[in-house]
């Protein structure tokens, strides 16, 4: 007698292996809602700040509250005027190329965020003008970002009360 299993009659089928393919597209399915409720509730909050920047940030971006004074200490609340995603083509550019730039204008109170978003049109000529004027080189230098913030607050600022305008923030910056 031997020990080897005898072979299959014709006609018959050996089983199947256990698991195949059907357990490798589980496990994968199960790794990806794994891996997506990981990033959805314990990374991205990490990452956007959570909390503090849900608070931050409320409606459509156009108003909003935040605490701190810029330099890591408590201060008071100021109110933000956010206009997202302008697309300006620099000078001497001919349409070839374009920054994407959201600009945050730190008002002195809600009052005058609420004048901000009113005012929204002329503010948003405004940071185009001014841009739209500068070259890529102008642009791209980093150490001329203070200098364009300034020159941005002194700009929006102009067409307002002065102190209604306390500062220039540029969240997004990207020339292509």
Do not use: W, Y
Not at 47 to 52: D, I, L, Q, V, Y
Not at 91 to 101: D, K, W
Not at 115 to 142: F, H, M, N
Request: proline share 6%; charged share 20%; aromatic share 2%.
């Amino acid at each position: 007698m031997s020990s080897a299993p005898a072979p299959a009659a014709e006609g018959t089928e050996a089983p199947p292996a256990k698991g195949g393919p059907k357990l490798i597209i589980i496990a994968a399915v199960a790794g990806l809602v794994l891996g997506g409720g990981v990033g959805a509730f314990v990374i991205a909050p990490k990452m956007g700040g959570g909390a503090a920047h849900a608070a931050e940030v409320t409606g459509e971006g156009e108003h909003a509250a935040a605490e701190g004074d810029g330099h890591g200490g408590p201060a008071a609340a100021t109110a933000v005027h956010t206009i997202e995603n302008l697309v300006i083509n620099p000078a001497n550019t001919n349409g070839s190329r374009f920054l994407l730039v959201t600009t945050t204008i730190v008002a002195k109170d809600e009052a005058a965020a609420a004048e901000l978003k009113d005012r929204d049109a002329e503010i948003r000529d405004g940071i185009v003008t001014l841009l739209g004027g500068r070259t890529i080189e102008q642009l791209s230098d980093p150490s001329a970002r203070d200098v364009l913030k300034s020159d941005l607050a002194a700009a929006i600022g102009a067409l307002f009360k002065e102190g209604t305008v306390k500062r220039i923030l540029l969240p997004q910056f990207v020339i292509q």
